[in-house]
């Protein structure tokens, strides 16, 4: 991790679970500012939330270029990664987010 990327876990119900330091150096966020918030938080816009929801059921892996706010409105564009935490039978139990700003 680099001070460049930024590391969120969520739920699949998409509440931020978790972050890395840097990720909450980054973004402007404390982590008491993100546990348990809609990982929307970060995202510029509604619908790409909704965008990156829709492509995010067609793949278990997927990355895109969106622009994120941080907590003081500046726009930050990142590149996120996508990657699904399975549990011991596979199955997805949350998401993996890594962003690396642009």
Sequence with gaps: ETPNEARFQMDLKGLITDGTE???ALYGFSAADMLGQSIG??????????RLGKELQKATRATFETTHKTN????????????????A????????????RR
Excluded: M, N
């Design 22 to 24: 840097s990720a909450h």
């Design 41 to 50: 938080k970060l995202f510029e816009s509604e619908s790409e939330i909704a």
């Design 72 to 87: 003081s409105g500046t726009p930050l564009h990142v590149r996120i990664d996508f990657q699904p935490v399975p549990d």
């Design 89 to 100: 039978s596979g199955h997805a139990t949350a998401i993996t987010l890594i962003c690396t």
